[in-house]
């Protein structure tokens, strides 16, 4: 297996003759958890469709695994929780998760799914019930728990603690260190910067098309003097803008 579980060389995006990223350059390594900080409409979702899948770059390209994106073998070495998550309402959690394995061909036990549900802070009752019945937070849970257990090499989690309490904020936090101690590999983009600065190993910092910082989050603490991640991100941006 490669070392670099996910690597994106050279990819642009155009929107009708205007750039949406240009010539983006990351390499993810395993078992490293990687974010990717940058204002709304930065381009950060146009990049994880192209990891995705879910849309064609103009140029440039992205492997897993070493593996070429749209290949199905590479497809099943990434799991993906969007940032705005809406399971099928007709579907109990238990059948939400189970029918989500399926697609990878994964198979699990009741008792599985209720300790991963322990784990996050979710009623094991709340299982058996149809999922229009949950809150926002717990049908973030619901889908972080589906993403997880399909055991993937590699996740990408869009705005993972979106309507998440801090009690479980900090135990998908928690979830997300044990997973990257077994040499998985979690590349996240999340406007909750304390998190990112807390969970990362290093951050990429998107702005005007273009990755303009790559490095660890205290990195960027450092180049602007600060020892907040969020002010450094918003220093930092300012700085991009004036030049």
């Not at 995006?13 to 930065?42: C, M, Q, R, S, W």
């Not at 440039?60 to 998550?85: C, V």
């Not at 697609?103 to 009752?125: P, S």
Request: aromatic share 6%; charged share 25%; with cysteine.
């Amino acid at each position: 297996m490669s070392k670099i579980a996910l690597s994106i060389k050279d990819v642009s995006v155009t929107y009708t003759d205007k750039p949406a990223i240009d010539d983006i350059n990351l390499e993810i390594e395993h078992g490293e958890t990687f974010g990717l900080i940058g204002l709304n409409g930065a381009g950060k979702t146009t990049l994880i469709k192209c990891i995705l899948s879910l849309r064609n770059q103009n140029k440039g390209k992205i492997l897993i695994n070493g593996k070429p994106r749209g290949k199905i073998d590479g497809k099943l070495d990434l799991a993906y929780l969007p940032e705005k998550f809406e399971p099928p309402w007709f579907l109990t959690g238990t059948e939400f998760i189970k029918f989500s394995l399926s697609l990878y061909k994964k198979n699990i036990t009741d008792q599985e799914i209720n300790e991963t549900a322990e784990a996050l802070a979710l009623d094991r009752g709340a299982l058996k019930r149809k999922v229009n019945t949950y809150s926002k937070g717990m049908r973030q849970k619901l889908g972080l728990m589906a993403t997880m257990l399909t055991g993937c090499d590699v996740f990408i989690f869009d705005e993972p603690m979106s309507g998440l309490d801090p009690q479980a904020r900090a135990l998908v936090k928690r979830m997300m260190t044990d997973i990257k101690h077994k040499d998985k590999t979690i590349f996240l983009s999340s406007h909750i910067l304390a998190d990112m600065d807390e969970i990362c190993d290093r951050v990429a910092v998107l702005y005007d098309t273009h990755i303009c910082y790559v490095g660890p989050p205290n990195g960027l603490k450092e180049k602007t003097s600060t020892d907040n991640l969020e002010h450094a991100f918003l220093d930092f941006i300012e700085r991009q803008q004036a030049v």
